[in-house]
């Protein structure tokens, strides 16, 4: 009767995290991409970039597929898709990628490779806020918490209990004594 509560908050929780709180990541990763595309879009009517350059059309396009399909950004599709991905294909979206950017000029290039890595970070960033990796670090945070205290209590026991210290100076001051005192003995034996 009483793990009743417990249940239906844990219930409320989950709906809560994997359904509007993720829809609302999802949006803002949208959002954050069409604001990185725009002004990609403003480059090119400032003249700074053409139009018509590869590494323009190569951001844009790649950019566009990351709208089309952000709402299926997962770490576990992304997972899947490096599995399933030939070595054969990743070259081959390498060279394409290094082709465009090497058919356009520097500026062009520069300009194109800011707004490719700005939209790669709002795409990081929306992995990083994921759920599943707030659930993975439960137990690191858990573990450094508990190293963090253990070390508070730790430190506020030394301050507290300086005589505690002092004998134990001084047990360690005894031991390295006997240690060098055992050293002098058997150099004074072997002398003989």
Not at 95 to 117: F, G, H, P, T, V
């Amino acid at each position: 009767m009483n793990a009743l509560p417990g249940l239906i908050s844990l219930a409320i929780l989950v709906y809560l995290v994997l359904g509007p709180l993720n829809e609302l990541r999802v949006d803002y990763l949208r959002h954050r991409l069409f604001v990185i595309r725009t002004r990609l879009f403003d480059e090119a009517a400032a003249g700074r970039i053409s139009y018509d350059s590869h590494a323009y059309q190569y951001t844009r396009t790649v950019i566009n597929g990351m709208l089309r399909f952000g709402h299926r950004v997962s770490y576990a599709r992304a997972l899947t898709a490096r599995a399933v991905m030939k070595k054969a294909d990743i070259r081959v979206a390498a060279k394409c990628q290094q082709w465009a950017m090497a058919n356009s000029d520097d500026l062009e290039r520069d300009i194109a490779e800011r707004y490719l890595r700005d939209a790669n970070i709002a795409v990081m960033k929306h992995l990083a806020t994921s759920p599943f990796v707030g659930i993975a670090l439960i137990p690191l945070v858990a573990w450094l918490l508990m190293v963090a205290a253990g070390f508070s209590v730790f430190s506020w026991v030394l301050r507290l209990a300086p005589a505690l210290t002092l004998k134990l100076d001084q047990a360690a001051f005894e031991e390295g004594r006997a240690i060098y005192r055992g050293r002098e003995t058997a150099a004074s034996a072997t002398a003989y």
